[in-house]
């Protein structure tokens, strides 16, 4: 028995489940923010009132990975935190998906030695990568607004698209040199 014979007369569905599912994960993500540097204090500018996270459904933060959906990595990670790292995105519910949030959780950043991981993709699947050193909040909203571009366009069946690059910056400051 589908669908179709236990909604009987209540009317007519005009969408895809697809839609519906992934309109429900767009707005419903819950993150789980693993701050470890200079880029933990944008990330959490980013949920003041001036920028205001929860107008796209991201106000409640989980100090549980199991509530989680969304990692956001913010900052460099040691050779020591990488299997903490990987440990909480293990217990993540599916689907996850995770944001690598400035230079140092992208590439490694200006530590380039033995201590860092040069990626937060080494040690986790990453999803958007948002450049900067530190990006501002703009560029973080920037970051999950594409990824609920990507969530829409995500398929039930759990297959992933490549990961999204934020490459350019927001906001252009010209320099007065004197």
């Given amino acids: 028995m589908g669908i179709e014979e236990k909604a009987g007369d209540m009317g007519v569905v005009t969408t895809s489940l697809e839609y519906v599912v992934n309109w429900g994960r767009t707005n419903a993500m819950w993150p789980l923010l693993f701050g470890l540097a200079c880029c933990a204090i944008e990330m959490m500018s980013a ?12 106000e409640i933060n989980r ?3 199991r509530q989680a959906d969304l990692m ?3 900052g460099r990670v040691s050779r020591k935190m990488a299997p903490v790292l990987r440990r909480l995105y293990d217990q993540m519910s599916d689907p996850k998906w995770v944001i690598a949030m400035g230079d140092c959780a992208a590439c490694g950043g200006i530590f380039n030695n033995y201590a860092i991981v040069q990626g937060v993709d080494e040690v986790v699947p990453v999803d958007v990568y948002v450049a900067g050193c530190p990006p501002r909040p703009e560029a973080l909203i920037d970051g999950i607004m594409m990824l609920h571009a990507k969530v829409q366009r995500e398929k039930i069946s759990g297959i992933k698209e490549q990961p999204l690059m934020l490459q350019h910056a927001l906001l252009q400051v010209d320099v007065v040199k004197k």
Avoid: E
């Fill in 63 to 65: 100090a549980s990975p």
């Fill in 47 to 58: 949920q003041s009132a001036n920028y205001d996270l929860s107008r796209f459904g991201m």
């Fill in 72 to 74: 956001i990595v913010a």
